[in-house]
C-alpha cells in the first residue's frame, strides 16, 4: 500500500517537472564561458582550461574540498574504533565491549 | 576469497608498480591533458585497496598514513596562500606551470592516502557486539 | 511517438534522480537505502554536466579551435561535487556498521522494534 503511493506521489512530480522544462526554458549569459575559453592560456600557463579553472581561477573550492576528505575521515575515526582504540577505552571503562543484544 | 589463492596475489604484485606509474603520470600531466589531482589520487588510492583485498593481513600502519596525509593536506591550504594570493606566481611568468604542477602532486597523494585511510579502517574494524542475528 | 519530441536528454538525470527518492522511501534494508541516497548524488553531478550542450563540441584543451569548445565550467565543479558524494556515503556507512554490530540487524522494522525496548 505505502510502496503504491510513494510510486504514484514519484510519477506525478516527475512528470510535474517534466512538462514545466518542456513548455518554459531559459537561458543564462554566456559570459563565463566566453571569458574562460579565450582567456585561460594567458592567465594561467595551463593547456587544459579544467585545470586552470580548479587551480587559479576557483583555488578556494579546491582548498576546501580537501578538507572535506579530512573530515569524513575524522567522523569515521569516531564511528569505527580500531582494536588498540577499543582496549584503551575499555580499560578506562568509557564503552563496554561486548554488549549484549536485546531479545527480538 | 581466500587467502591462499595465489593467482590473484601473484597478478597484482605484477601489475602494482604498473599501476602507479599510471596514476603518476595521470598527477604530474595533469595541466596538459585531461586529469589531474583527483582522478590520479583515485588511482593511486586503488593500490592500498587492491593490496589488501588479496593479502588481507592488517600490517599496514594506517596512523602513518593518517599523519602524512595530514602533512600533505597542510602544504596544500599553505602553497596557494603563500604563492598565488599574493601575486607571487603572476610576479614570474615562468614558474606557473612548476606551480600547477606542484599543486597537482599535492592534491593527488592527498586524496591517494585520504581514500586509502578510509577503506583501511572499514577493513580493520573489530564488532562491539554479538554477531548476526536475522 | 510525439510525446519523444517534447523530451530533452537533460530529463535522463531528472528520472535518475526522482529513482535514486523512490528507493530511499520505499526500500526495506538500510544499505539499499544508503545506495539511493548515492544515486541522487551522481544524477544531480549528471544533470550538471549537461549543461550547456553543443552537437559537435570537443575537449576544452589548447588543441581544439574556440568555437567548438565544451564547456569547462560545470565540468570543473563537479569533480568537488562527486568527492563529496563519496564522503557522504562513506560517513552513512560508519554510522551503519556501529548500529548493525550493536543491534544485529540490517532491516529497518527490525531495527525499530529492537531500538524501543
Known amino acids: 500500500m505505502r510502496i503504491a503511493l510513494s510510486a504514484l506521489f514519484i510519477a506525478a512530480v516527475f512528470t510535474t517537472v517534466t512538462v514545466v522544462n518542456a513548455r518554459y526554458s531559459e537561458t543564462l549569459d554566456p559570459f563565463l564561458y566566453d571569458y574562460m575559453t579565450e582567456n585561460f592560456e594567458e592567465d594561467t600557463a595551463a593547456h587544459n582550461a579544467i585545470a586552470a579553472i580548479l587551480l587559479n581561477y576557483r583555488m578556494y573550492d579546491t582548498m576546501f574540498e580537501a578538507l572535506i576528505l579530512l573530515t569524513a575521515i575524522i567522523g569515521m575515526n569516531q564511528f569505527l574504533p580500531s582494536p588498540v582504540e577499543l582496549k584503551e577505552l575499555s580499560a578506562r571503562k568509557q564503552v563496554a565491549v561486548g554488549d549484549k543484544v536485546g531479545k527480538e | ?134 | 511517438m510525439a510525446l519523444l519530441e517534447f523530451l530533452d536528454v537533460s530529463d535522463l538525470a531528472v528520472a535518475l534522480f526522482f529513482i535514486g527518492l523512490y528507493g530511499a522511501m520505499t526500500q526495506r534494508n538500510i544499505i539499499k537505502t544508503i545506495m539511493s541516497v548515492g544515486i541522487m548524488d551522481l544524477a544531480a553531478v549528471v544533470f550538471f554536466m549537461l549543461a550547456n550542450y553543443q552537437p559537435g563540441a570537443g575537449p576544452p584543451i589548447t588543441g581544439t579551435p574556440v568555437e567548438r569548445m565544451a564547456d569547462p565550467v560545470p565540468q570543473a565543479l563537479m569533480i568537488t561535487a562527486i568527492v563529496i558524494g563519496v564522503s557522504v556515503v562513506a560517513m552513512c556507512l560508519a554510522m551503519f556498521m556501529r548500529v548493525a554490530y550493536r543491534y544485529g540487524t540490517a532491516d529497518w522494522n527490525i531495527l525499530i522494534r529492537r531500538l524501543d525496548k
Open chain 2, 1 to 134: 576469497m581466500s587467502s591462499e589463492s595465489s593467482i590473484t596475489r601473484v597478478i597484482v604484485g605484477l601489475l602494482y608498480p604498473f599501476i602507479l606509474l599510471l596514476g603518476f603520470y595521470v598527477i604530474i600531466n595533469g595541466h596538459y591533458t585531461p586529469g589531474g589531482g583527483f582522478q590520479g589520487g583515485s588511482i593511486l588510492a586503488s593500490l592500498f585497496i587492491a593490496r589488501y583485498v588479496v593479502f588481507p593481513v592488517e600490517d599496514i600502519d594506517s596512523e602513518m598514513l593518517h599523519l602524512s596525509q595530514r602533512f600533505v593536506l597542510a602544504l596544500l591550504l599553505l602553497a596557494p596562500t603563500v604563492l598565488l594570493f599574493t601575486g607571487a606566481v603572476h610576479a614570474y611568468p615562468e614558474y606557473r606551470a612548476s606551480y600547477l604542477t606542484l599543486m597537482d602532486i599535492f592534491i593527488g597523494v592527498q586524496v591517494g592516502y585520504g581514500l586509502g585511510v578510509a577503506v583501511l579502517r572499514f577493513a580493520f574494524f573489530r564488532g562491539v557486539g554479538e554477531s548476526w542475528r536475522f
